[in-house]
């Protein structure tokens, strides 16, 4: 009976929070773009053993409709050809830096990078990255200008679609990441950006002294800052197509595990109320597949009951993730969302023990 009632729980507190993101992001409106004059902008990439990524990507940022902006591509010690393909593109736009710190991560570079910027509207993205359409930039700008508050603007970063079940998880994972974070951001309680997608103001930059609180960790670059940075009036989130900054997904699970466990080093920094509710909605998840699994295995709950708890659970879900999912370029996911809950469930379980074990890099 006391599992019975748990499993009851905790399936009311996962239908509570799935309610709660489809209440928040259920009217999704595209930006109005206008011809009239924008602010200047400083887009700022770093890079480490990019390849011809770093080249592509910059070239990509170049060809934005954009009146006025610099690109700032600042090498972070590579020890590849990264540099020598960013030689062949000849662009007063863009300028080459080189970081002087070598340290584990990419804050001392973005530091460099951004204490060079000439303009207060920086927009970050990655070296791996590719914008949507030309409209990257003016459409984040305009967003950023609808509230004169506004000093933060979070953008999504989906990941292109591959074969295999790897890159399927690892975008459903970002789909469903990202649905927290701009529900959260909202409900003015911003805690986490992207780096690869990414704006906010150069002059908030230095009003939180930058990285200063978080410099001896590798990571947190953009999650850690906006932690620190953002707040309920000066935040804003951008879900227009424009502005979708698409990347590769690691399809070995193991540099799958190893990329995802540097959020665990960084979310242990989180505010203590949106650790609560982070920590509560992944406990609630685990608890009811393991309570479920348990009751089965006791004969505590027949399959028929098991079938129709687990029938209201998927139900809920898909109803509630539906317009979200196919807005956020995962359409094809959401049919297969019974199988991606159970693999978010061992998720859950495997990569605390992963990151435990795991060593920094940048």
């Not at 999704?28 to 990524?53: D, F, R, S, W």
């Not at 007063?92 to 303009?119: C, F, Q, V």
């Not at 699970?253 to 909605?281: C, D, E, M, W």
Request: proline residues 3%; contains cysteine; aromatic residues 12%.
């Amino acid at each position: 009976m006391i599992l019975y009632l748990i499993l009851i729980f905790s399936l009311l507190v996962i239908t509570a929070f799935w309610l709660w993101f489809y209440i928040a992001n259920r009217r999704i409106h595209p930006v109005e773009i206008t011809n009239k004059k924008l602010p200047p902008v400083t887009v700022i990439i770093a890079y480490k053993n990019a390849g011809q990524h770093i080249a592509t990507t910059v070239q990509a940022v170049l060809d934005q409709k954009y009146s006025d902006f610099e690109v700032i591509a600042i090498n972070d010690f590579s020890t590849d050809e990264s540099e020598s393909y960013l030689s062949h593109i000849n662009d007063a736009k863009l300028i080459r830096l080189r970081a002087t710190l070598d340290l584990p991560g990419k804050k001392a570079a973005l530091s460099e990078a951004i204490s060079h910027a000439k303009h207060d509207i920086l927009l970050f993205t990655d070296a791996d990255c590719l914008p949507s359409s030309e409209l990257w930039i003016k459409t984040m700008v305009i967003k950023l200008l609808d509230d004169p508050k506004t000093e933060i603007v979070l953008g999504y970063g989906p990941l292109r679609k591959t074969a295999g079940l790897v890159n399927a998880f690892a975008r459903y994972e970002t789909i469903l990441t990202a649905m927290q974070y701009f529900t959260y951001a909202k409900c003015g309680l911003p805690y986490m950006g992207v780096g690869r997608n990414l704006l906010y103001k150069k002059s908030l930059f230095l009003a939180v002294n930058g990285f200063s609180s978080h410099q001896h960790l590798p990571s947190g670059d953009d999650d850690l800052l906006i932690s620190d940075a953002a707040n309920g009036s000066n935040t804003t989130v951008c879900l227009d197509v424009r502005t979708f900054v698409f990347s590769d997904a690691k399809n070995d699970l193991k540099a799958f595990l190893h990329q995802k466990s540097r959020h665990i080093t960084t979310s242990v920094h989180y505010r203590p109320k949106i650790q609560f509710f982070l920590g509560l909605f992944a406990m609630v998840q685990l608890m009811f597949y393991l309570i479920l699994m348990t009751s089965l295995a006791t004969n505590s709950i027949s399959i028929i009951s098991c079938i129709a708890i687990l029938s209201v659970k998927w139900l809920t879900q898909m109803a509630c993730q539906h317009h979200f999912f196919k807005r956020l370029n995962g359409r094809d996911l959401w049919l297969f969302f019974p199988l991606l809950d159970i693999a978010m469930m061992m998720y859950y379980l495997v990569l605390p023990v992963y990151g435990y074990f795991r060593k920094d890099k940048w």
